[in-house]
């Protein structure tokens, strides 16, 4: 067993071609940056059964390929980066050789990434978890802007995707009270719309009142900002916030912000 910081490895047997790719990285933030506009990273429901650390896999490999990539955070304990980099390199000269990415990085076990070695589907959705599951400290750490807010106004906006397909979201008007994670384009006393991504259609159901945002009530909320390159970002611009970007304004998450921004090194990416 040995431990290293990438691998990118291809096995030949018989008549067919077998391609393993492993690769790990340290990142102070768990998400796609503007420094970092290529990771891919899973979404903020990962962080509930491992806060330090997110995996991925593409959806276009082909039969006979595998590909994960680990991405943990630059204070994960040595440990748990020990595990989450220990190749088992001893598969390949084996009487029967590497047959699957868990035989390279027995880690990726828990992770279910090709439970079907000859499906290069991604895995399906699965029910999301209670946001409550999720770390704040960790959230907070990934997030690029964090804002404290007061609710204001919600309706319910409908209309159509570029697609074909209808939607209605909930968009809520609220008032910027203060930037907690600095340079954020909102300023304090600002008024802007918080528009959550929530396909009310059939989904509605699955979120708790808790991911909602209540008029006359006080929220931390984690908007999107520029990380995928692909719209600017003004004091202006609505504050776009993914499943589980909302919390209560309270003492207790205050306290698990601050131990978030801790983990920020302004001096790496």
């Known amino acids: 067993m040995k431990r290293v910081t990438s691998v990118d490895t291809i096995l030949h047997f018989d008549d067919f071609d077998w391609t393993f790719s492993v690769a790990a990285g340290s990142y102070q933030r768990l998400r796609r940056t503007l420094e970092n506009p290529f990771l891919y990273m899973g979404g903020d429901e990962s962080l509930a059964g491992h806060p330090y650390y997110k995996v991925g896999r593409p959806g276009g490999c082909k039969i006979a390929c595998q590909i994960v990539s680990v991405y943990y955070s630059t204070h994960t304990p040595p440990a748990e980066i020990e595990r989450l980099t220990s190749y088992d390199f001893s598969c390949f000269t084996r009487f029967n050789p590497c047959a699957q990415i868990v035989d390279l990085l027995p880690a990726a076990q828990e992770w279910h990434l090709y439970d079907n070695a000859y499906d290069s589907s991604p895995p399906k959705p699965r029910p999301p978890i209670p946001c409550s599951n999720i770390p704040v400290w960790a959230q907070a750490r990934d997030a690029r802007y964090v804002l404290a807010v007061e ?37 304090p006393g600002a008024v802007v719309s918080a528009d959550l991504l929530y396909w ?50 309270t003492p207790e998450i205050r306290r698990e912000l601050e131990k978030g921004f801790a983990q920020n090194d302004t001096l790496r990416p």
């Open 151 to 187: 609710a204001l106004s919600t309706k319910i906006a409908k209309g159509r995707e570029e697609y074909g397909g209808e939607y209605r979201r909930e968009v809520t008007q609220v008032r910027v009270v203060s930037s907690l994670k600095e340079p954020a384009p909102w300023l």
């Open 200 to 249: 009310l259609n059939h989904q509605l159901s699955l979120w708790s009142e808790d991911e909602h945002l209540v008029p006359g009530r006080r929220y931390i909320v984690f908007p999107i900002g520029n990380d995928d390159r692909d719209r600017l970002v003004t004091k202006d611009s609505p504050l776009k916030l993914e499943r589980c970007g909302v919390q209560e304004d």
